[in-house]
Nanobody, 125 residues
């Protein structure tokens, strides 16, 4: 079992930056692929980024590539999402998720077993 708690969301102007953090409980954190998803009002939840259990592998949705960076610290049981050059289209609730090592490479939310409650990110124009 893994419990996930996100933080760092808020209101930012277009072009600004935010850093989201996700704190995980459990001693097996380093075994999980970690991902970030987001859901805007009236839209389906979509994949944003993921990092492999070791932290050496990352991949991103096309819409955020080059602007967002995912990272993890297995010693601290945390995963972060640095978001730069934000646009109003990035406005959404952002969710942290944990999945099996085999989840790495998948952008499907069903590949992830554990989810946080989400944190709101609002980008004003």
């Amino acid at each position: 079992q893994v419990q996930l708690i996100e933080s760092g969301g808020g209101l930012v102007q277009a072009g600004g930056s935010l850093r989201l953090s996700c704190a995980a409980s459990g001693r097996t954190f380093s075994r999980y692929t970690m991902g970030w998803f987001r859901q805007a009002p009236g839209k389906e939840r979509e994949f944003v980024a993921a990092v492999s259990w070791s932290g050496t592998g990352t991949y991103y949705a096309y819409s955020v590539k080059g602007r967002f960076t995912i990272s993890r610290d297995n010693a601290k049981n945390t995963v972060a999402l640095q978001m730069n050059s934000l646009t109003p289209e990035d406005t959404a609730v952002y969710y942290c998720a944990a999945g099996a090592p085999s989840s790495y490479g998948s952008s499907w939310s069903t590949a992830y077993s554990y989810w946080g409650q989400g944190t709101q990110v609002t980008v004003s124009s």
